[in-house]
């Protein structure tokens, strides 16, 4: 299947900096991408998807300025937690569809702690 | 409005028996429906997904139901192993393109 890698796997940051989350499609180009939270024993929380040469579309709730997202080429996207707060601590998964087949292709999460 | 619920939080099995998770959603007419696993700290993997015309679907160990009337899947796991042992997600997507709706997961524990 197609391999989805989502770089870092892990990060500590002190509060009120910026962390920058990478997600890329290894073996095929993905026009779109997904970005997902989960907090502990909760299910995935869709927080925006990520369009190749355009803007974010966000969930409602999810604060755009909060959680910038960049899609410069089709195989990379980028999640920014801008300022984080410890509220901001969470597991952050990205995913990407390879053609119009309909499963999504997962990276492996980035656990954010926020001291 | 909108929901996805997968009937159990846990489940616990016996190896060598049969694991059937449900899924059942409502006020959704979905294209598909998606059956995801995820290990603990890991992102999720995908195993079947099944179109709203297909009632039954197949891919080794792991059997997909879907009825459209009563708005469930059901997803079995048979012979099942320790190794089998994980969280599965459903999820619902209404197009083809579209994003994909996912329930809170049962966590499996096959027990050998």
């Known amino acids: 299947g197609a391999v989805v890698s989502q770089h870092p796997s892990w990060v500590i940051c002190k509060s009120g900096t910026s962390v920058k989350i990478e997600c890329r499609s290894l073996d095929f180009q993905a026009t779109t991408m997904f970005w997902y939270r989960q907090f502990p024993k909760q299910s995935l929380m869709l927080m925006a998807t990520?369009?190749?040469?355009?803007?974010?579309?966000?969930e409602q709730g999810v604060e755009k300025d909060k959680f910038l997202i960049n899609h410069a080429s089709l195989t990379l996207s980028t999640l920014t937690v801008t300022s984080a707060h410890p509220e901001d601590s969470s597991f952050y998964i990205c995913s990407a569809r390879q053609g119009g087949t309909g499963e999504l292709f997962f990276g492996e999460g980035s656990r954010l702690t926020v001291l | 409005s909108q929901k996805i619920e997968q009937n159990s939080e846990a489940l616990n099995i016996q190896e060598g028996k049969t694991a059937t998770l449900t899924c059942n959603y409502t006020?959704?007419?979905?294209?598909?429906l998606q059956w995801y696993r995820q290990d603990p700290g890991r992102g999720p993997v995908f195993l079947l997904l099944?179109?709203?015309?297909?009632k039954e679907k197949r891919k080794e160990r792991l059997k997909v139901t879907f009825d459209t009337t009563l708005k469930q899947s059901l997803f079995h796991i048979t012979a099942s192993q320790p190794a089998d042992s994980a969280t599965y997600l459903c999820?619902?997507?209404?197009?083809?393109?579209?994003?994909?709706?996912f329930g809170d997961g049962t966590t499996l524990t096959v027990k050998p």
């Open positions: 099944i179109r709203e015309n297909e």
């Open positions: 990520s369009n190749e040469g355009s803007k974010a579309t966000y």
């Open positions: 006020n959704y007419s979905p294209a598909y």
């Open positions: 999820a619902l997507a209404n197009t083809n393109a579209g994003k994909s709706t």
